[in-house]
């Protein structure tokens, strides 16, 4: 079975604060994926990679970055986390052209 | 136009009978077909991937894909109350790494 497991299922931060969101995938698949998504928005992807040390931006990166040292772990970070970064942050790893996701974060800034 | 567009619903469907969840998309070079699941506060999970023309069933559920009208449906047959559940349509295009996804429909099986 396919597992990707994110750092926190609740997170609650200051304005301003570095946040630091993490996936992990034990499956040794190539490319992970950030998504956030809020209602009336659907999910909307922030940055992916395709191998150690690869990323490239999604549709709104702005505000956002990415570290990928190791095949296993994607991490989303929040510079300088803002009240409009309140959502739901979701993982996901693709195998095959499949994507599963893991069990997301709800992050709240305030 | 928007790349995947699904009707938002809600859908209700009386329990036992068949769900139908439509998504029409508008790249003709869609190559990859899927259908998440997604339980409110929860993330989505797949539930059906479809790459060729036709039917492709997985228990009760029934995948379609037209490649020539660009659309592709979920059949969900004898309907349960956990069916309920908001049903994500996603596409990929060929030699992309990523999803497009369409808004969901969300669906309500009545008892």
């Known amino acids: 079975d396919v597992k990707v497991t994110q750092s926190s299922r609740y997170l609650v931060k200051r304005t301003g604060e570095k946040v630091f969101l993490e996936c992990v995938q034990d499956?040794?698949?190539?490319?992970m994926f950030w998504y956030r998504q809020d209602p009336g928005l659907g999910l909307r992807l922030i940055y992916f990679?395709?191998?150690?040390?690869?990323?490239e931006k999604g549709d709104i990166p702005e505000g956002y970055s990415v570290s990928r040292e190791k095949k296993e772990r994607f991490s989303l970070i929040l510079e300088s986390a803002s009240t409009n970064q309140t959502s739901m942050y979701l993982c996901?790893?693709?195998?095959?052209?499949?994507?599963?996701f893991g069990p997301g974060t709800r992050l709240t800034v305030t | 136009q928007k790349e995947v567009e699904q009707n938002s619903g809600p859908l209700s469907v009386p329990e036992g009978a068949i769900a139908s969840l439509n998504c029409t998309y508008s790249?003709?070079?869609?190559?990859?077909f899927f259908w998440y699941r997604q339980y409110s506060g929860k993330s989505p999970e797949l539930i059906m991937s479809?790459?060729?023309?036709g039917d492709k069933e997985d228990g009760r559920f029934t995948a379609q894909l037209n490649k020539a009208s660009q659309y592709v449906s979920l059949l969900i047959r004898d309907s349960q109350p956990s069916d309920s559940a908001t049903y994500l349509c996603?596409?990929?295009?060929?030699?992309?790494?990523?999803?497009?996804f369409g808004q969901g429909t969300r669906l309500t099986i009545n008892p």
């Open positions: 990679s395709y191998d150690v040390k690869m990323k």
């Open positions: 479809i790459y060729s023309n």
């Open positions: 996603a596409v990929n295009t060929q030699g992309a790494q990523k999803l497009v």
């Open positions: 996901a790893s693709r195998f095959n052209y499949e994507q599963y």
């Open positions: 499956m040794d698949h190539e490319n």
């Open positions: 790249d003709r070079g869609s190559q990859s």
